[in-house]
């Protein structure tokens, strides 16, 4: 799909649009101009500027590193790429748990500094203050319960959340928590697809699934991992699209093999 001046940007309202239809929503992350242009003239209703960016572009093991104003260096790059979808970027770890005044500070800052449309944070009840203090500014919030990388540490692994009674039951009660407060969609990381389909069924709201099954209203991939950035990253719910590690390093193999023949530059590639 190529994007022209007619085409109709993607809001929150398109999206609860595409939920009352059973149209499926499509997310992807991304951290930069030129990945954000592609996808967003490829026809992505979203794109999430994760802060997985902690993982993928700083190599940090968790999300908890990034700060404020990396997240907003990555946002406003993103943006400068897109026209069409809908731009919704993480508040990172430290910026929005201790209290909703500082939520709503964080938000301000990435809204005003980035040109972002919505911000996402993780958990249910414990940040219902600080979700319902940013949509009463007016800011568009997507919530985010299951696995919270934030929570790493708390947790202790990355395994799927959820599968017992008591924080399948917690799970469900915060969606509902969420959706009152004006959480316009939530995202369910890595919890089994049975909950998640009852979740997205007693929801009105969309449902963003990553490793939830197929029964969310949209799926959201990590881009490194979907396109083979990522060799070592392969959990069960990954479908690879493609092996652009393999790709890129054929291509660099080839292009040092070229230096040093003095193959490249030729005499079309000088001045
Ligand atoms: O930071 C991120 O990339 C995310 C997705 C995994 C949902 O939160």
Known sequence: MSVNKETKRITTHTLQRMKMNGEKISMLTAYDYSFAKIFDSSGIDIILVGDSASNVMAGHETTLPITLDQMIYHASSVVRGVSRCLIVVDLPFGSYQGNSKEALYSTVRIMKETGAHAVKLEGGEEILESVKRIISSGIPVMGHLGLTPQSIYKFGTYTVRAKEEAEAEKL??????????????????????????EVSQSLSIPTIGIGAGKYCDGQVLVMHDMLGINTEFKPRFLRQYLKLHDTISNAVQQYIRDVKSQDFPNEQEQY
């Open 172 to 197: 469900k009660r915060d969606a509902r928590l969420l959706e009152e407060a004006g959480c316009f969609a939530v995202v369910l990381e890595k919890i089994p697809a049975a909950l998640a389909k």
